[in-house]
């Protein structure tokens, strides 16, 4: 499976981004994808996550109730598509953004069992 993060930007605090992962491959469809981020000089920090079936989402405490994470798959389970809503962005929102994807997963928390990882996407919010 390959991941190709995108949709980063700059926005003022009080904003809106959505960020997409687009995972393909023919076992996309199969795969947990879940959001981590990184700000500089910090670990890489959960997001959200949700399970390969689609039916679960998880979220980091900090983003609760203002990040959503949603799916869509391509008719022929070619390609899968997360994405990220992130609504009443904070200053401490800003970091590099990862989507990260593992087979039949939960998309829970635990970093190290994601085995994929898409090559980051820039998230600035301006105070």
């Known amino acids: 499976v390959q991941l190709q993060a995108s949709g980063g930007g700059l926005v003022q605090s009080g904003g809106s981004l959505r960020l997409s992962c687009a995972a393909s491959g023919r076992t996309s469809s199969t795969h947990a994808v879940a959001w981590f981020r990184q700000a500089p000089g910090k670990a890489r920090e959960y997001v959200a996550g949700?399970?390969?079936?689609?039916?679960?989402?998880?979220?980091?405490?900090s983003v609760k109730g203002r990040f959503t994470i949603s799916r869509e798959i391509s008719r022929d389970n070619a390609k899968n598509t997360v994405y990220l809503q992130m609504n009443s962005l904070k200053f401490e929102d800003t970091a590099v953004y990862y989507c990260?994807?593992?087979?039949?997963?939960?998309?829970?928390?635990?970093?190290?069992?994601?085995?994929?990882w898409g090559q980051g996407t820039q998230v600035t919010v301006s105070s």
């Open positions: 990260a994807a593992q087979a039949y997963g939960v998309g829970g928390p635990r970093i190290y069992e994601y085995n994929q």
């Open positions: 949700i399970s390969w079936n689609g039916r679960n989402t998880y979220y980091g405490d």
